[in-house]
Nanobody
Framework: QVQVVDTGGGLVQAGGSLRLSCAAS????????MAWFRQTPGKEREFVSA?????????YADSVKGRFTIFFKDNAKNTVYLQMNSLKPEDTAVYSC?????????????????WGQGTQVTVSS
């Protein structure tokens, strides 16, 4: 079993910044592929960003490219940050972190079995 805890949401004005944090832990694996997804009411969950367990691959949705950065906290590669800059009102959503055991990389939410509870990000105009 893998536990995922995501934190860091809040209210920010347009143009501001927030940093989300996600920690994954489990008995079997020490590193994980980790990803962020977001969802607003009435819409399907959408991919935001992902980073591979070996830190060699990162992917961003076109809507956040150049504004968001995903990176591991340290070489343990089980805590990831999502630095969000130049936030826009359309970034408002519940952001959820997902983790997958090492050796696999995906930007599809159905490929992830372990999820955090989600954290609300609200960007005011």
């Amino acid at each position: 079993q893998v536990q995922v805890v995501d934190t860091g949401g809040g209210l920010v004005q347009a143009g501001g910044s927030l940093r989300l944090s996600c920690a994954a832990s489990g008995r079997t694996f020490r590193t994980y592929t980790m990803a962020w997804f977001r969802q607003t009411p009435g819409k399907e969950r959408e991919f935001v960003s992902a980073i591979s367990w070996d830190n060699r691959t990162t992917t961003y949705a076109d809507s956040v490219k150049g504004r968001f950065t995903i990176f591991f906290k340290d070489n343990a590669k089980n805590t990831v940050y999502l630095q969000m800059n130049s936030l826009k009102p359309e970034d408002t959503a519940v952001y959820s972190c997902a983790a997958h055991p090492p050796g696999y990389y995906s930007i599809t939410d159905s490929d992830y079995d372990y999820w955090g509870q989600g954290t609300q990000v609200t960007v005011s105009s």
